[in-house]
């Protein structure tokens, strides 16, 4: 067999009888909806479900799978603890999909956390399932800071443990949508919210798997500012139902309390190898890199030039006669301009990968003799020693985007009211320490978040009244 199922549910605890005592009347279009999801399972008759939830074990660059063979849990945090839970893993299918994950390569088993009890993001699922259906084993997934692609690729291997263990496997992606939707909710109003919502309703509501990994449709930065936990949940049920043909059926979207809850079925009715969409997409990445790579400037060019000389050979290039060489040579590999080599400034050099910052390093005030140098020093800073981040390695270089910002002499200010955040990048200072942050950022929408970020990295409290600084950047792609 293989998948037989999947479903997206949201995890407010509220929607627990014994929890909301009335509350999740409010709700009450996804109570239904989440009934229906139950007793479609249990009509399926799965002998393992598969949890994937943003409130397991987390890990920035691992993903955990619930070790062991039992799981316990009830909902006493939230004032109920009558509703309890004793289930029981799936230990060979735990072991199946580490198998899978090991041959592709991907962070993912089911070492690390040992006796987490279960979290709310897989009990409120569960707490429906079990009412109809209770003849199955459980698979708790946590997520992870990895890439979308890694979290499709992930799904991939559930599907193909499922085939090779020959098990009627569901999926259950557990997740809410934006947190942000209300003035008055829990977590105030952003923008990005309710325009999430709208996006991910309408790709999942249809199974258009492919543009969950659409960096124009849901960027991880836009993510961050909608403030919405289940997406990367939503990706790998994506990657289980990969070349997969299914029947979507949207239930229930709602969010009167500032959060949104989204429910969808997706019935599997056959394969489709068109539903390839992790391979099409890696597809377009390498056109797009191609693209990119002939339009961009010398500012990049020489930024990526330096990066993939380094990670490569692990020798930095040489500014000399007008060219950047190789420390080995005296050939030159690229010849630089008058813009480069006469004129002296801050550098940031920045890498993302995914959509995901890589490595950024900069430099406020010139350190080198020119722009040129700037440049080659700040690259291989962000590449190989970027404290956030391990260094670089050679298979990622393909997949490395650029970008480089001269900055302007820094200028003080008196309030913040001269700042701008699309304009101005800002420095904050109190005695030794500094904090900076670049302007036009995409998950900087105000000032306040501007300035708070910056004390953050400098290790300064706003309450301390710090000196303030803007700059401008000219930034190249």
Do not use: W
């Not at 799965?46 to 920035?60: L, M």
């Not at 849990?73 to 299918?93: I, K, M, N």
């Not at 820094?410 to 955040?421: A, F, N, Q, R, Y």
């Amino acid at each position: 067999m293989a998948i037989i199922g999947a479903f997206m549910v949201p995890h407010p605890p509220l929607i627990v009888h014994e929890v909301g005592r009335g509350r999740e009347d409010d709700i009450a279009a996804t109570v239904a909806a989440y009934v229906q999801v139950a007793k479609k399972i249990a009509s399926l008759k799965p002998e393992t479900i598969v949890v994937t939830s943003p409130h397991a074990t987390f890990y920035r660059d691992y993903f955990h799978i619930s070790p062991g063979t039992e799981a316990f849990g009830d909902f006493s945090e939230f004032g109920a603890p009558e509703v309890s839970f004793h289930l029981f893993y799936d230990t060979g299918f735990v072991k199946a999909v580490c198998r899978e994950a090991d041959a592709a390569k991907i962070a993912a088993g089911a070492k690390g956390e040992v006796h987490a009890p279960l979290d709310h993001g897989t009990a409120v699922p569960l707490y429906f399932i079990n009412k109809y259906y209770t003849d199955y084993k459980l698979v708790r997934i946590g997520l992870s800071g990895q890439s979308y692609k890694a979290h499709y690729a992930l799904g991939e291997c559930i599907r193909r443990a499922a085939e090779k263990t020959e098990k009627r496997v569901v999926v259950v992606a557990s997740g809410d949508l934006s947190h942000v939707l209300k003035e008055d909710g829990p977590y105030g109003f952003r923008a990005e919210g309710p325009v999430y919502d709208e996006r991910i309703m309408n790709v999942m509501g249809n199974a258009d798997f492919g543009k969950l990994l659409s960096a124009s449709l849901f960027s991880p930065d836009f993510c961050e500012n909608a403030a919405e936990c289940g997406h990367r949940s939503f990706i790998i049920m994506a990657g289980s139902l990969d070349r997969t043909a299914v029947r979507a059926e949207r239930l229930s979207y709602e969010g009167p309390f500032g959060v949104g809850y989204g429910i969808c079925i997706y019935g599997v009715t056959g394969s489709d190898e068109a539903r390839n969409f992790l391979e099409r997409y890696e597809e377009d990445e390498r056109r797009a890199f191609d693209e990119r790579k002939k339009s961009e400037d010398e500012y990049v060019r020489l930024a990526r030039l330096t990066v993939e000389t380094y990670v490569r050979t692990k020798r930095m290039l040489r500014i000399e006669g007008g060219a950047a060489v190789r420390s080995s040579g005296s050939d030159p590999m690229m010849k630089l301009s008058g813009d480069l080599l006469d004129n002296r400034a801050g550098v940031f050099v920045s890498l993302k990968k995914d959509g995901m910052l890589r490595g950024c390093i900069g430099t406020i005030a010139p350190v080198c003799a020119n722009i040129a140098e700037e440049i080659a020093h700040n690259a291989v800073s962000a590449a190989a020693f970027d404290p956030r981040f391990s260094e670089v390695e050679e298979d990622e270089l393909s997949s490395l985007v650029y970008s480089v910002d001269i900055l302007s002499s820094p200028e003080k200010i008196s309030s913040k009211t001269e700042l701008d955040v699309k304009r101005y990048g800002v420095i904050v200072t109190k005695g030794s320490r500094r904090g900076l942050l670049l302007p036009n950022l995409e998950t900087v929408n105000t000032i306040d978040e501007q300035i708070g970020i910056a004390c953050k990295k400098g290790g300064i409290a706003m309450s301390e009244n710090p000196e303030i600084e803007r700059f401008e950047v000219v930034r190249h792609y």
